[in-house]
């Protein structure tokens, strides 16, 4: 199977797991699974780290890339098929524009997104597949 993490579960992965579900934890350390992190949450993690709303623990953004590669998270790049079709992404409450370009990565490559928001789930009936539990 092939997943995607949000940000948040991606950084919990790298330096606090015990925030992660137990389903998670099976999920992600089964070889079998393709685990995937967005380039849209490397950028999301460099912006907040430049801003000072993020905290690494004594790591920089660019050092992420090589922790993800050691675990076998691969990196999954935005598309020119993503960007021009994200606009057949419905509005929602879900304003955030780093998740709504998740989200639509997810549903447009038929992922499942691994992600604690509960806001996501609005978009279950567009064809988001997630789970956390």
Known sequence: MKYLLDTHTFLWILFDDNNLSEKV???IRDLENEIYVSVISYWEISLKF???????????????????????IQTLEISK???????????MKHKDPFDRL??????NRN??????DKE??????????????
């Not at 801003?51 to 675990?71: H, R």
């Not at 098929?81 to 509005?91: G, I, Q």
């Not at 998740?102 to 549903?107: G, L």
Request: proline share 3%.
């Open 120 to 133: 996501m789930k609005d978009y279950q009936k567009f064809g988001l597949k997630s789970l956390w539990k």
């Open 25 to 27: 934890k099976v999920i």
């Open 111 to 116: 992922i499942i997104l691994i992600s604690k």
């Open 50 to 72: 430049a801003v000072g709303k993020l905290e690494l623990e004594g790591i920089t953004p660019d050092e992420l890339l090589i922790q993800a590669e050691q675990i076998g």
């Open 102 to 107: 998740i989200i639509w990565q997810a549903i």
């Open 81 to 91: 098929e993503d960007a021009s079709t994200f606009y057949n992404l419905p509005k």
